[in-house]
């Protein structure tokens, strides 16, 4: 049995913490990424860790836009580590692979949410992501050029971000113990040694994060 758990409990410091209900290309942002993932045939049910006294918002959500893949509903935690672990606790203990999906990244075709899949059914973690292309400079005071660094070396991760469930919950578990933050969930997989297999994103996959995001983003949707 195949999981997603769709991470709607941040703050959304550099754009507002309502980003998720901005309506672009006909509906709120996070109504777009619950649908990519209510319509992949490889999920067989999604936990929602949102924000506390916006559950009856989620719940509203749903009836308005007819998903009708079996959900759950969980309030988040203090930081991101702790939203994901209210997720995997809410976890059918038949779910044998979970994808973690930041709600605010709508683009997420079916075929990437089932290549994640299938690779963290083959390695026991995956994640989304592109190599980069532009040239990296690495800057100490942010005014002047510290190094060039080797871009072929290079990935930037997305979401989803993809596990055995047993792998994940180990990862996080041992981060929680050593007092370790982590923004990222393959980060806690590095703590314990966990291979992380990339899988290259054929389609642009942003995140809304700031305001210039939203057009370019509109476009993909529509384009869909």
Same mark, same amino acid.
């Not at 509903?73 to 580590?81: D, L, N």
């Given at each position: 049995? &195949?999981?997603?758990?769709?991470? %709607? %409990? ?12 901005? /309506?672009?290309?006909?509906? +709120? ?8 993932? &209510? ?20 719940? /509203? ?8 893949? =079996? ?14 672990? &209210? ?5 059918? +203990? ?11 990244? +709508? ?21 989304? %992501? ?8 690495? =800057? ?11 871009? =072929? ?51 642009? &996959? +942003? ?15 529509? =384009?869909?």
């Amino acid at each position: 049995m &195949n999981a997603a758990i769709l991470v %709607a %409990a941040g703050k959304g410091v550099r754009m507002g913490a309502e980003k998720l209900w901005i /309506e672009i290309a006909g509906r +709120p942002v996070v109504a777009h990424t619950w649908k990519n993932f &209510n319509d992949a045939k490889c999920v067989d049910e999604i936990i929602l860790v949102v924000r506390a006294g916006t559950q009856e918002k989620f719940s /509203e959500l749903a009836a308005i836009f007819h998903f009708q893949k =079996s959900f759950r509903i969980v309030v988040g935690g203090a930081e991101r580590q702790d939203s994901v672990w &209210n997720g995997l606790e809410a976890l059918s +203990p038949k779910t044998e692979i979970v994808a973690i999906q930041d709600a605010a990244r +709508p683009c997420t075709t079916e075929e990437l949410i089932a290549a994640t899949i299938e690779a963290a059914r083959e390695t026991g973690a995956a994640v989304a %992501a592109q190599q980069f292309t532009d040239t990296v400079k690495e =800057s100490a005071d942010g005014k002047t050029i510290l190094r060039t660094h080797d871009r =072929s070396k290079l990935w930037s991760v997305q979401t989803p971000q993809t596990f055995r469930v047993e792998i994940i919950r180990r990862a996080i578990s041992a981060a929680r113990q050593k007092k370790i933050i982590y923004t990222d969930d393959t980060a806690a997989c590095e703590l314990i040694g966990q291979p992380v297999q990339l899988v290259p994103s054929a389609t642009p &996959n +942003p995140k809304v994060t700031v305001p210039g995001d939203l057009p370019f983003i509109e476009a993909l949707l529509k =384009s869909f």
